[in-house]
């Protein structure tokens, strides 16, 4: 049987062009479903990010995911952006509908997709959450448009934390409160409980500065970070008894929102999550 050379591209701009667990989890859809397609990463510096952008036009790539430092500034170069990116003021995901570039964000939509494949519906759902970061501020606003009741924000730096309360309470119905971070603070009151901070990506091995007593078995815990999937604050929670969700799983579900926006397809969410977890 003959091959179909035509393969269409979707690729990654930015930093690090190494080992991108991204690449590994897209590569797999691709052969799973048997389409010809490549995801590619490519190192753009920030002073190149408008000609790359040219030429991803010129080169009619299906579309790309963007990460840190592009996330903000490449909305200067895309025609439309999706509603959650107006709320969250950046996009790690591009579609090229013929010519015309689409930004998403799909960090918060692999959460709360993550939430509901776990049975979890967020709607009049209490969540704290550690850290107001780029994460935090994606799963924040997808949060907030999913009928949460109630956002109690932690953060080290008070501005950053205090902006994402007010974004919260401007622009969408659910209720957002902050609090400064200093020293090892209880958990409030809620149903869910996330870390959304950097803290014990790898080689990184500690955890967040909580009091872990604090955690009932009735939450829900989730961590964002990816690698290790079993984090020490995951350990910490589950020892509290609460129900824990890792950051593989959502960023499984991140990839798979973005790789049906491109393809149009439903993705093989399995042979994805097999793949990335070999890479571990
Ligand atoms: P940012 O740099 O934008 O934010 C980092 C956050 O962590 C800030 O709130 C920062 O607080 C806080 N923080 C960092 N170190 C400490 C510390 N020692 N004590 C207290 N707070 C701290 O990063 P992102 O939000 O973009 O990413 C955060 C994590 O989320 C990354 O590890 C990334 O891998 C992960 N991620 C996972 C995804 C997934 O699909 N699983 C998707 C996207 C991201 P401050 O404001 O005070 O500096």
Redesign the pocket.
Known sequence: MGRNYRAQLTGVFGYPVDENPTVVMQQAAFKELGIDWRYLTILVKPSDLADAFRGLRAMNFAGINLT?PH?IEALKYVDEQALEVRLIGAT?TVVNQNGRLIAYN??GK??VEGLRMNGVDLKGKRLAI?????????ICVECALASAAELTLI???????EKLASLINEKTDCRASFIG?EGAIDVPPCDILIN??????YPDE?C??INYDSITPEMIVQ?????PADTLFLRRARERGAKTL??????????AIGFKLWTGLDAPLDAMKRAIEAEQ
Not at 155 to 161: A, D, F, I, L, Y
């Open positions: 840190v996330k790690n799909t960090d692999g959460f550690l850290g107001a970061g780029g994460a935090s501020r994606a953060n080290r730096s008070v501005e950053k934390g971070w959304a901070t950097s803290i014990g990506l500690n967040p500065d961590d964002v970070i990816p690698n890792d950051g593989l799983g959502m960023l499984v579900c991140q990839g």
